[in-house]
């Protein structure tokens, strides 16, 4: 990086020169009258102080950068845009130029909150055979819920939180008033209620099918889903 400022000072200095050289010559960059080519060079020479350039060294540019910095169209657009004047640092000027942003320490910030909803158990139809599709079945669900609580943890308004009250109740009423085939349906269902508010991050949903194989607990599915 010092190679490159160096080469790129270099290059503005070599540059300043053919410039002062030419409005040595005449009053403005293109003859005798005020053209587009001095509205299209003036941006960058104002950028001098950026670029670290004493325009005294440059007398003939410098006679040209304040005629055009006192019209009035000019006046006006530095007024509006006076940070244009603000010095910075080699570094942070060739960043500027190549079209990238220096590198700054990340800003602090929190993890998501997780909400958990655990062992949330219920009766619902699930499975193909015959006394699967005649009676309910339990099931235990479990849901995990990320998202950035920003809001809600400076304030106490329950509209900055996501309210996992109404999610619940959502899951219990699909649960409870449908019938599936298959586990892994079921649970893409409770995933979908899980991440369909746009603040969340991530949610990842796990059900257990109990007693569905003769010498195990249960079976279960798990399923994730990530913005």
């Given amino acids: 990086m010092p190679y490159a400022i160096e080469r790129f000072q270099v290059e503005t200095q070599r540059l300043y020169g053919v410039l002062n050289q030419r409005l040595g010559c005449s009053p ?3 003859g005798d009258h005020y053209s587009i080519a001095d509205i299209a060079a003036w941006p960058w020479v104002n950028c001098h102080v950026r670029q670290r350039i004493d325009l005294a060294n440059y007398p003939a540019v410098h006679n040209w950068y304040e005629r ?3 019209r009035p169209a000019t006046a006006e657009a530095m007024l509006k845009n006076s940070a244009l004047l603000t010095p910075c640092s080699p570094v942070a000027l060739c960043c500027m130029i190549a079209g990238l942003t220096p590198r700054r320490k990340p800003a602090m910030s929190q993890p998501d909150a997780i909400i958990r909803i655990k062992n949330l158990r219920l009766r619902t139809f699930i499975g193909i055979k015959e006394e699967e599709i005649a009676n309910r ?11 950035p609580a920003d809001k809600a ?3 106490e308004d329950i509209n900055d939180a996501l309210n996992y009250r109404t999610i619940t109740k959502r899951i219990i009423s699909h649960l409870e008033n449908g019938r599936f085939s298959l586990l892994e349906k079921l649970t893409q269902d409770v995933l979908n209620i899980a991440c369909e508010h746009h603040w969340v991050t991530y949610a990842e949903v796990e059900i257990d099918k109990l007693h569905a ?3 195990a607990d249960s079976v279960s599915m798990t399923m994730s889903w990530r913005r």
């Fill in 28 to 30: 403005w960059l293109g």
């Fill in 68 to 70: 055009i910095k006192q």
């Fill in 137 to 147: 079945q339990d099931v235990v669900v479990n849901v995990a819920i990320h998202y």
């Fill in 153 to 155: 943890r400076d304030s």
């Fill in 213 to 215: 194989l003769r010498y």
